[in-house]
């Protein structure tokens, strides 16, 4: 996939004006804002909690190895198998070797973005093992073929009809009149017997603790314990940054994750997954194996962006965005939406396939405000736009005409007669001080713009205000 | 009160197309016991260049700034971003280079926004009987980079506003300096939810201190709506 400045405005367009979509987006996204500034308002000190949240973080990251080494050390005392997966490539390798090992031929998903970033379905699809999302928004969207709509809800943009129509389909039951709880229901009923018959659950990983070896994983269904427990085989994705040294760490982690993206104090399920099932143990998966996904994470560590690998997939900040609220989700085109999106995906993915995220905001800076880890993503976007500057990624006619006004401005006398001149030259356009322009020229769609106003403050300032009373 | 000098920097946008800014703006500190010096060298402070990734440019104009500003002992904008720009921003564009790091932040820390000048200085406008009733938008860089709001609030308060909130005083109006040319389908939704928030309340007057915040706001607004105004030509106005 990529992303170019006018598939960004095309699809953007579309979204705002499909006024259910909006409706939509504004009721998901208003519930986890408005939630999330209750939750925490429960804590003592939240401020202090986030302060201290990101030093755990940006420590952590700053011995990255060591803490890894010693994740891997422990989890496979507790008999985990851990792989390391350079790229995409690797990592649907790894899990599709373990399938065929296996014999597996249907494999159970809990909700996981870092699957959908390496694209697992499609490659399990090609190995010829059968994927089933367990989480019902994931669900939805694999069965309407669609990508996550938002990193924690990903199926907000359905509507109701939709889904009925969806579940009906995968059902064969009749459900035009459902209420709620008989979709649930009809999905319950279907998934289960995917659940019991399947020979490996995938899931991701919220975190990974370094000191036992390890892996957290919150949900709110239960099909992530599902998924995880039952198959003979449970594999993890996750990416490399997740981890923490202590349970201490974990626990400060935990308090700010739901908080920070439902507004829940805990997710309803919080699963500890240390190794397979012991020989005493009722149930639990024989094999447990964690992949530890970098994917050009590890290329962030040390540099100007090493501070978003302290992201936790919260998703406060697409939730507080005004333009991911009024684009959506889809418009970025990549699994990662939002500001979290318009800064990762370039960095994972590639910048020159991506070049309209990191302009696709007006740096207000809403994001920075609700990090839990209180990462500057304002000044990472900059940082993005000043890479495609320097990588000759910016329109030519953009970047002349920014550099001309630049120019201009270095000189005042300059800028006085070039200014002059654009007085003049503005007049054709000009009617009751806004530019009319014909719509196919006009760079505001639709909005007046003003003109350069008859006299500049600073002749006003030489005829009238210098040295008097005005 | 102490008479003082200040310096204006009035900013391009200003300058060039909403001068009434600038001009109730040298009214005000004047009526705060101000004298007002305009620094004719001066034009933009670079925020456009420096939000656009063209750092080169961000810093030749901020250094030129800095030379222009530094003599005085201080300067008032009347634009929230602008003031950012110069108080917040300047020192990042100058971590590799610690004597323009030094000048950016001895400029940065006599640089005021108009309203906090007006507040620091002690100076309260009078009551008035034809006060609106208003809301106040709290800009995004003036409000997240240099805490601002609580004196515009207060300022309009004391002029005799009632002033109501909107559902998100502090949503970004849409904006974004070249972000509203360079989306200008997404900044425009932006826009309208905005005022629509405006709408809602009721208000005779939406106020901003950020002339670019005003030029989108009034881009957009419904001739029946809220009049859009930067907060010194409503006090200015008021008396």
Not at chain 1, 387 to 407: K, M
Not at chain 2, 123 to 148: E, F, I, K, M, Q
Request: proline letters at 5%; one cysteine or more; a negative charge.
């Amino acid at each position: 996939m990529s992303a170019s400045i006018s598939q960004f405005r095309s699809q953007a367009d579309s979204a705002i004006n499909d006024l259910p979509l909006q409706e939509a987006i504004d009721t998901a996204t208003g519930n986890f804002w408005r939630g999330r500034e209750g939750a925490l308002e429960e804590l003592p000190d939240s401020e202090g909690l986030r302060d201290h949240f990101k030093a755990i973080r940006s420590a952590t990251l700053a011995q990255l190895d060591e803490h890894l080494e010693s994740f891997e050390s422990n989890a496979k005392a507790a008999g985990t198998h851990v792989h390391w997966a350079e790229d995409a490539a690797e990592a649907c390798r790894i899990v599709i070797d373990i399938g065929k090992t296996r014999g597996v031929t249907l494999a159970t998903k809990g909700k996981s973005m870092a699957s959908e970033e390496i694209h697992l379905g499609v490659a399990l699809e090609e190995a010829g093992i059968e994927s089933v999302e367990t989480d019902l928004g994931e669900w939805i969207i694999q069965l309407a073929g669609d990508p996550p709509f938002h990193i924690i809800a990903p199926a907000i943009h359905k509507r109701r009809d939709e889904i009925v129509t969806l579940i009906e389909n995968a059902s064969g039951e009749s459900l035009q009149s459902a209420e709620i709880e008989d979709l649930v229901a009809a999905s319950r009923r279907l998934l289960r017997s995917r659940f019991l018959s399947a020979g490996m659950g995938i899931t991701g990983g919220n975190i990974l603790v370094s000191e036992t070896g390890s892996l957290v994983l919150v949900e709110n269904e239960g099909n992530g314990r599902f998924v995880s427990a039952s198959p003979p085989v449970h594999i993890a994705l996750v990416g490399l940054e997740k981890v923490v040294p202590t349970w201490d760490d974990a626990a400060v982690w935990l308090q700010l994750l739901a908080r920070s993206s439902t507004g829940q104090p805990l997710s309803v399920y919080t699963n500890v997954v240390t190794g397979p099932r012991k020989v005493d143990d009722e149930d639990g998966p024989e094999e447990v194996h964690i992949i530890l996904l970098d994917n050009g994470r590890s290329q962030l560590l040390g540099g100007k962006y090493e501070e978003i690998l302290q992201c936790i997939r919260c998703g406060a900040c697409l939730n507080i965005c005004p333009v991911y609220r009024e684009v959506g989700g889809h418009t970025y085109r990549s699994p990662y939406s939002g500001p979290i999106g318009a800064v990762i995906t370039p960095l994972l993915m590639g910048l020159e396939e991506y070049p309209a995220l990191p302009q696709a905001s007006s740096l207000c800076g809403a994001c920075r405000d609700v990090c839990p880890a209180r990462i500057d993503l304002p000044r990472m976007l900059v940082e993005l736009r000043n890479d495609e500057v320097e990588q000759g990624l910016v329109p030519w006619s953009v970047r002349r005409a920014e550099e001309a006004a630049a120019w201009m401005l270095m000189d005042v006398d300059r800028y006085r007669r070039l200014t002059g001149l654009m007085r003049t030259a503005q007049l054709p356009v000009l009617k009751d001080g806004d530019l009319r322009m014909p719509s196919f020229l006009d760079p505001s769609k639709g909005r007046k713009l003003k003109g350069l106003a008859p006299r500049p403050f600073r002749e006003i300032w030489q005829s009238e205000l210098e040295g008097g009373d005005g | 009160m102490s008479e003082k000098t200040v310096a204006l920097f009035v900013s391009c946008l200003v300058d060039q197309i909403s001068p009434e800014i600038g001009v109730a703006t040298v009214r005000l500190l004047r009526r705060a016991g101000c004298q007002v010096d305009f620094p004719d060298a001066q034009t933009c402070c670079g925020q456009p260049f420096f939000n656009s990734g063209l750092r080169n440019q961000a810093r030749d104009l901020a250094r030129r700034t800095i030379e222009i500003f530094e003599p005085y002992d201080a300067v008032v904008l009347p634009s929230g971003s602008c003031s950012s720009m110069v108080a917040a921003e300047y020192v990042h564009l100058f971590e590799d280079d610690p004597d323009w790091e030094a000048r950016a932040e001895a400029l940065g820390a006599k640089t005021f926004e108009l309203s906090r000048f007006l507040v620091r200085q002690g100076w309260a406008p009078p009551g008035s009987d034809a006060a609106p009733t208003v809301t106040y938008h709290d800009s995004c860089h003036a409000n997240r980079l240099l805490g601002l709001g609580g004196e515009a609030r207060q300022l309009l308060e004391s002029a005799g506003c009632r002033v109501v909130e909107m559902v998100e005083s502090d949503r970004c109006c849409g904006f974004g300096g070249l972000f509203s040319i360079k989306m200008p389908e997404v900044a425009n939704a932006m826009t309208r939810e905005k005022l629509r928030q405006a709408v809602d309340i009721e208000v005779d007057v939406l106020v901003s201190i950020d002339p670019g915040c005003l030029m989108q706001m009034e881009g957009l607004v419904d001739p029946d709506g809220p009049r859009v105004r930067h907060l010194a030509c409503l006090l200015e106005e008021l008396g």
